[in-house]
């Protein structure tokens, strides 16, 4: 099982930028695909961005592509979510997800192993 904890979110007006973190450890993520989800008040968590560990490909939401950028530190064991000019619709709770998969999934019942999330607030 892999254990997973989500740093660097908070509070930041719309048009700024959040870099958050998310730093893995248990086990190798080789053959792992990790991605980020959201969830805001009221609604159902979605996927926002993820990628596979062991070649780097990625893939986005397209409400957030151009936007957001998924990157990974293999030596660091640690994922991030590089987020730039943030809307108020962007506010929510950002969760990090395993899957012993290579292949992303944006259906958030394919994960394994979850963080406890970060919250994110953009002011308008």
């Known amino acids: 099982q892999v254990q997973l904890v989500e740093s660097g979110g908070g509070l930041v007006q719309a048009g700024g930028s959040l870099r958050l973190s998310c730093a893995a450890s248990g086990r190798t993520l080789v053959s792992y695909s990790i991605s980020w989800f959201r969830q805001a008040p009221g609604k159902e968590r979605e996927f926002v961005a993820g990628?596979?560990?062991?070649?780097?490909?990625?893939y986005y939401a397209n409400s957030v592509e151009g936007r957001f950028t998924i990157s990974r530190d293999n030596a660091r064991n640690t994922m991030y979510l590089q987020m730039s000019d943030l809307k108020s619709e962007d506010t929510a709770i950002y969760y990090c997800?395993?899957?012993?998969?290579?292949?992303?999934?944006?259906?958030?019942?394919?994960?394994?192993?979850w963080g406890r999330g970060t919250q994110v607030t953009v002011s308008s």
């Open positions: 990628i596979a560990w062991t070649d780097g490909r990625t």
């Open positions: 997800a395993a899957r012993a998969r290579i292949v992303i999934n944006t259906l958030p019942e394919n994960y394994d192993s």
